[in-house]
């Protein structure tokens, strides 16, 4: 059952041969940080399979990036629940990957609407 503050964390760390693999696919030149779109797949990666989980579907993002990701660092990326709206199957989360240190690389908003929401 969800509950309001709830949270699910991943962390991951990209290597210079996985960016490698990554221009490949993209067509584009090795990037020397982590692209934003790899950090915003680990919150997809969150919420469809952990929190809400398998059924959820997007509705809304909105992300702010907020400095680099370093390459070979721990990122990690979480989600946490800042409302629930039974009545309509939504839920409101919130996001944000740092690092160790603590420093904020990307933060925003998600709403999605899930299963089995219950307030």
Not at 23 to 43: K, M, Q, W
Not at 47 to 67: D, S
Not at 78 to 106: F, M
Request: hydrophobic fraction near 40%; proline fraction near 8%; charged fraction near 25%.
């Amino acid at each position: 059952m969800m509950e309001l503050d709830q949270i699910a964390e991943v962390t991951r760390r990209y290597s210079a041969e996985d960016m490698a693999l990554f221009a490949g696919l993209a067509g584009i030149d090795a990037p020397d940080s982590v692209p934003e779109p790899l950090i915003a797949a680990l919150f997809s990666y969150l919420l469809g399979v952990h929190l809400p989980g398998p059924g959820t579907n997007y509705l809304k993002q909105e992300l702010q990036f907020r400095a680099p990701a370093p390459l070979g660092v721990d990122l990690t990326a979480q989600v946490k629940i800042t409302r629930l709206r039974p009545e309509k199957h939504l839920v409101d989360l919130w996001a944000c990957c740092t690092t160790p240190d603590g420093t904020v690389l990307c933060e925003g908003r998600s709403l999605v609407k899930a299963k089995d929401v219950r307030g």
